[in-house]
């Protein structure tokens, strides 16, 4: 079975950086493509960043474009996500999912129903 297992987290204080690793295993195809997800406490899971596997295009949502970086080594089947600038307001649990499905658009990549397979999360936080 599929398996996506994120590291990386810890808790820094305004301004620092973090980059998370999500490594993909146990399937024979690693799908289409990548997103990172977070959610804070009493709040929606929202949308982060996302790529395919093949490279090229990348995807941010307005609140972290700038300081994030989405990237990616196919041989290591490992996607990572630098975080620079860090806010308290980043603070979350932040998730690595995978898509096997076409996605063609940004609101379909910034979809969480559209992603197939979820890691378990690591827990981000910043403090002021």
């Known amino acids: 079975q599929v398996q996506l297992v994120e590291s990386g987290g810890g808790l820094v204080q305004a301004g620092d950086s973090l980059r998370l690793s999500c490594a993909y295993s146990?399937?024979?195809?690693?799908?289409?493509?990548m997103g990172w997800f977070r959610q804070a406490p009493g709040k929606e899971r929202e949308f982060v960043a996302a790529?395919?596997?093949?490279?090229?295009?990348?995807y941010y949502s307005d609140s972290v474009k700038g300081r994030f970086t989405i990237s990616r080594d196919s041989a290591k089947n490992t996607v990572y996500l630098q975080m620079n600038s860090l806010k308290p307001e980043d603070t979350a649990v932040y998730y690595c999912?995978?898509?096997?499905?076409?996605?063609?658009?940004?609101?379909?990549?910034?979809?969480?129903?559209?992603?197939?397979?979820w890691g378990q999360g690591t827990q981000v936080t910043v403090s002021s």
């Open positions: 999912a995978n898509t096997l499905r076409t996605l063609r658009t940004f609101r379909a990549w910034g979809t969480d129903r559209e992603y197939d397979y």
């Open positions: 790529m395919r596997w093949a490279g090229g295009v990348t």
């Open positions: 146990g399937g024979t195809f690693s799908g289409y493509g």
